[in-house]
């Protein structure tokens, strides 16, 4: 969803999609939307993962301080930045690149996921 990315625009976007009829699971991009998603939930009442799964895009290592871990994907973010700047480079000399790369990535479950 079209959401105003604050603080604010935040907590009204979490407000709306909790309203009428909760999610079941969310996929979050940032480490940080996570966190304030973990202290709305708290706040309404809704368990991580009985009523609610999470998993995060991205790796943080303040998950490893999280009893239960958080489930996320992790992948190497050098690898990332350098496909970027090839990417960057080819686009800049006006080469049309427009190639896929594959980068690993690794699935850590976590305890942020209920039952299915």
């Given at each position: 969803?079209?959401?105003?990315?604050?603080?604010?625009?935040?907590?009204?976007?979490?407000?709306?999609?909790?309203?009428?009829?909760?999610?079941?699971?969310?996929?979050?991009?940032?480490?940080?939307?996570?966190?304030?998603?973990?202290?709305?939930?708290?706040?309404q009442?809704?368990?991580?993962?009985?009523?609610?799964?999470l998993?995060?895009?991205?790796?943080?290592?303040?998950?490893?301080?999280?009893?239960p871990?958080?489930?996320?994907?992790?992948?190497?973010?050098?690898k990332?930045?350098?496909?970027?700047?090839?990417?960057?480079?080819?686009?800049?000399?006006?080469?049309?690149?427009?190639?896929?790369?594959?980068i690993?990535?690794?699935?850590?479950?976590?305890?942020?996921?209920?039952?299915?």
């Amino acid at each position: 969803p079209a959401w105003e990315e604050s603080r604010d625009g935040f907590q009204q976007l979490l407000i709306s999609l909790f309203k009428v009829s909760p999610p079941s699971a969310l996929i979050v991009h940032e480490p940080h939307q996570l966190v304030a998603i973990l202290q709305f939930v708290a706040s309404q009442r809704i368990r991580v993962p009985e009523d609610l799964s999470l998993v995060c895009l991205d790796f943080d290592y303040s998950f490893r301080w999280c009893k239960p871990a958080i489930a996320h994907i992790s992948w190497d973010v050098r690898k990332v930045a350098g496909c970027v700047e090839q990417w960057a480079n080819d686009v800049s000399r006006g080469i049309d690149d427009r190639k896929q790369v594959g980068i690993q990535a690794k699935f850590a479950e976590g305890g942020t996921i209920g039952k299915c």
